[in-house]
């Protein structure tokens, strides 16, 4: 069965400066996507960046970018110039062929 | 349109009462997700429709009973409820249930209250 770790609970961050949440998996399978979702308080669950198990580049959505080392099986999400709005639950999650797991998620706090 | 929406956002019921939460969704997804959220931790899935017919059921109880009228629609008909099930009701929606790029787009949950 596959699972999905995130190893920090909370996290705090200056705003401006950049952050990186971490994330391992486990899976046997060889094709499959990751994700990190972001549910801010109180408000919707919104996707903020996926990543093709098969594709080396990492992905990068404006400030977000991730760190996808598929041997390691570790999917790292970085965030760049921390804004007062990114303050969140980060959840990464893992899809193959059917339902999506998800990891107990990380908050992230940012500091003004 | 890229929304999913749910109805009620808030509910408090008794343990006696039945009510229904509601989704929908126009995006012509054909495969939508109940999900419950208890604070600070992941959704846990509970049911999974695939176009209209039920395709996994997370073992949930009985007090829980899905339903989906058409292919835009999916509500969760609630009786008896225990204190225990109050948390965040996540509906969701992706193109399709099998396959590997499916992302899901969630509504807004509905926050429900068992007293």
């Known amino acids: 069965a596959q699972t999905v770790t995130q190893s920090q609970p909370e996290m705090s961050v200056q705003e401006a400066e950049t952050v990186t949440l971490s994330c391992t998996y486990d899976t046997s399978e060889s094709d499959y996507y990751l994700f990190w979702y972001k549910q801010p308080p109180s408000r919707q669950m919104i996707l903020v960046i996926r990543q093709e198990a098969y594709k080396q580049q990492n992905a990068t959505e404006n400030r977000f970018s991730v760190n996808f080392q598929k041997a390691a099986k570790s999917f790292s999400l970085k965030i760049s110039d921390s804004q007062l709005g990114d303050a969140a639950m980060y959840f990464c999650?893992?899809?193959?062929?059917?339902?999506?797991?998800f990891g107990k998620g990380t908050r992230l706090h940012i500091l003004p | 349109d890229t929304e999913v929406t749910q109805t009620p956002k808030h509910l408090v019921m008794g343990m006696t009462n039945k009510k229904s939460l509601k989704c929908e969704q126009h995006?012509?997804?054909?495969?939508m997700y109940w999900y419950k959220q208890k604070a600070k931790k992941p959704p846990e899935l509970m049911f999974v429709y695939s176009y209209e017919k039920l395709s996994i059921n997370e073992s949930v109880p009985s007090r829980f009973s899905p339903e989906c009228p058409n292919s835009s629609l999916l509500n969760l008909h609630l009786h008896a409820l225990q204190p225990e099930d109050s948390a965040l009701y996540l509906c969701?929606?992706?193109?399709?249930?099998?396959?590997?790029?499916?992302?899901?787009?969630f509504g807004p949950g509905t926050r429900l209250t068992v007293l």
């Open positions: 995006m012509g997804h054909r495969a």
């Open positions: 969701a929606s992706s193109q399709v249930l099998r396959g590997l790029y499916n992302e899901q787009f």
């Open positions: 999650a893992y899809k193959g062929d059917d339902k999506i797991i």
